[in-house]
């Protein structure tokens, strides 16, 4: 899809989703043009009607669903296709029902007799073309002041997670709000890409909840009726050059290697609950110098212990894990565990249901910011796109990686200590090798799927990420650190062969060939620049304990990395996504409450 077009594709809630396509599709513009999808007459639940007149009036029912949801009527559409089985000229039910529902309107009509449709009990089928004038917002903007133009209270950079978490929650709060979003999708780390069997999906970034401690994504997972699947953790994980040990205990190193383990898992949980997540470097500044691999050595762990610390400053490390509960249950598969709930439909979903409750044409896709202008005084502010728009309004969130504002031309520039925090914070090479096949091998000989190398890599860690009830198997294959980077400078073919046969070496046989592989890199991301959170150096965690994220005139700054718990997962973008929304309402009340005193 070409950058330049901003086409935003959607789904109305009333009706049935498929990973193969949306039901809406929207190009802005002063005229909106939206292209609405065959409609068949299924409903949400998968029921067909058998009578032709039926099945002509639940597709318009469809039809007017997605028409709500692009915030047009059967009045703004200019053309009409529709197609039907066994046409017979002497017997049209169509005519009639079509004609009392467009009610006196008359656009562009073709009938297209067909032999069949997607499903042999399908036997009429309705797409439109619509165009809708933008009353909100027309583009492209005029400069900042125009008189002409209403001006928008807040503009939403990213449309991850935290953005549209914010920019729903400021609609709700009665705020209008615009949502500016790089790509020509929506969902940041949340992407979730179709099987070839058409059921299932895969996600290639973020994948995981919990129904314990994650109140959030909980939440918004049953207001969507999200289907969710529970990770397996039946059967042993495995090591790689150690062998098979029982999920939850240790692996079969060593004594001495064993008791290091033990003792820096420990040590590990205990040292992540003194830190103060708002206030890390004052509560821990032993810490701050020391990197992980540093932190393990000190407590004296042995050679395989180190293989699987990191150059990641142990404060920050800390700090991590403490947000996510601790230690033991950030790395947990089971209840309550950082990786214990899966989406049936991807994580994806969880975006395009956020999307779905805004108001039409509140996001827009393939408009980059390129800077955002703030007045000396008062709430106002413009934000410029690369496509050379021009966006008035009183308040900004950045939802954003913290590296990417690095991209953006700050007018007047940020605070010394947030430029300090985004010129050295960074993200990690983090990317996902998926291997779906026909059935699950690894459960079949006795494991869980869970599978460790502490060796060279490419491949550190796997687990078994498959649908059943879609009958789709897959592994997902965790390709970071130095390891990773050198697969992603191979070529394609070679990086494939090198995951396999790792994944030979990993389990100690010839492992079945895959049906499907997918492979996401996301250093390679441009608008990611790597996953799954920003890390602040040691070197910047006083300032942070500062800074905090806090606001910079009307500039307000989300992201999973800002929030003070589970940091790098979903539950932490919507929480700060939430605390950004707060923060710009209860600006916005104050504003109004001084202006009228």
């Known amino acids: 899809m070409s950058p330049e077009r901003g086409i935003s594709n959607f789904d109305p809630s009333e009706l049935f989703s498929s990973p193969l396509h949306a039901h809406v599709a929207q190009i802005p513009g002063d005229a909106c043009s939206i292209h609405i999808a065959g409609q068949i007459a299924v409903d949400k639940e998968g029921r067909t009607p058998s009578t032709y007149p039926e099945q002509i009036q639940l597709a318009l029912s469809n039809l007017d669903a997605c028409l709500r949801k692009a915030g047009s009527t059967r009045k703004d559409i200019v053309k009409l296709t529709y197609y039907i089985v ?3 000229p002497k017997d049209r039910p169509d005519a009639d029902l079509l004609a009392k529902s467009l009610d006196g309107h008359r656009p562009a009509t073709t009938l297209v007799p067909v032999p069949c449709l997607v499903w042999p009990k399908i036997l009429f089928q309705i797409e439109a073309i ?22 928008i209270q ?61 109140p959030r994504a909980l939440a918004l997972a049953r207001k969507l009726g999200l289907e969710m699947v529970e990770q397996n953790i039946k059967g042993d994980c495995m090591m790689e050059g150690v062998g098979p040990f029982a999920y939850g205990g240790i692996p079969k190193l060593s004594e001495n290697e064993q008791e290091d383990f033990v003792k820096v898992r420990d040590n590990m949980e205990k040292l992540c609950h003194t830190i103060d997540v708002q206030r890390p470097w004052k509560s821990q500044p032993k810490f701050a110098n020391m990197s992980v691999h540093d932190l393990v050595v000190s407590q004296g762990a042995g050679p395989s212990v180190r293989k699987a610390a990191s150059e990641v400053s142990a404060l920050y490390f800390l700090l991590y894990c403490k947000a996510g509960g601790g230690f033991l249950q950030m790395r947990s598969d089971g209840k309550g565990g950082g990786q214990h709930l899966r989406f049936r439909k991807g994580t994806q979903s969880l975006s395009h249901g956020l999307v779905n409750a805004l108001s039409p044409l509140t996001v827009r896709l393939s408009q980059a910011v390129l800077k955002i202008e703030q007045a000396a005084t008062g709430d106002r502010c413009v934000v410029t796109t690369q496509r050379g728009d021009k966006f008035p309004c009183m308040k900004v969130i950045i939802s954003v990686p913290t590296p990417l504002y690095n991209e953006i031309e700050f007018s007047p520039p940020l605070s010394t200590d947030k430029r300090e925090l985004t010129s050295n914070t960074s993200l990690g090479c983090y990317g996902k090798y998926i291997l779906v096949y026909s059935q699950p091998w690894w459960r079949e000989q006795g494991f869980c799927g869970l599978a460790h190398s502490l060796e060279d890599g490419p491949v550190t860690l796997t687990r078994d990420t498959s649908s059943d009830i879609d009958d789709v198997y897959s592994l997902t294959c965790f390709i ?81 990395e800002t929030s003070p718990v589970w940091k790098g997962y979903m539950e932490g973008a919507l929480t700060s996504g939430a605390r950004g929304a707060d923060e710009v309402t209860t600006a916005l009340l104050a504003s109004n409450i001084n202006a009228k005193l």
């Open 86 to 88: 066994n046409y017979d």
């Open 130 to 151: 619509v165009a809708v004038r933008d009353p909100q917002l027309p583009s492209p903007f005029p400069s900042f002041g125009g008189a002409a133009q209403r001006t």
């Open 154 to 214: 807040a503009i939403v950079i990213g449309a991850g997670l935290s953005g549209l978490q914010a920019a729903h929650d400021l609609q709700k709060a009665g705020v209008s709000c615009l949502v500016l979003e790089a790509r020509d999708r929506v969902g940041g780390k949340t992407w979730s890409m179709p099987c070839a069997n058409g059921r299932a999906v895969v996600d290639l970034g973020a994948a995981w909840i919990n129904d314990v401690n994650q």
């Open 480 to 560: 970071v650190g130095p390891s990773g980077r050198r697969l992603w400078q191979s070529p394609a073919v070679e990086r494939h062969t090198r995951v396999l046969r790792h994944i030979d070496a990993i389990f100690d046989q010839k492992c079945p060939e895959p049906l499907e592989i997918f492979e996401s890199n996301w250093e390679k991301e441009k608008y990611s620049l790597g996953a799954p959170c920003p890390v602040v150096p040691s070197k910047c965690l006083s300032i942070l304990d500062r800074d905090r994220w806090g606001p910079e005139g009307n500039i307000h700054f989300i992201g999973t």
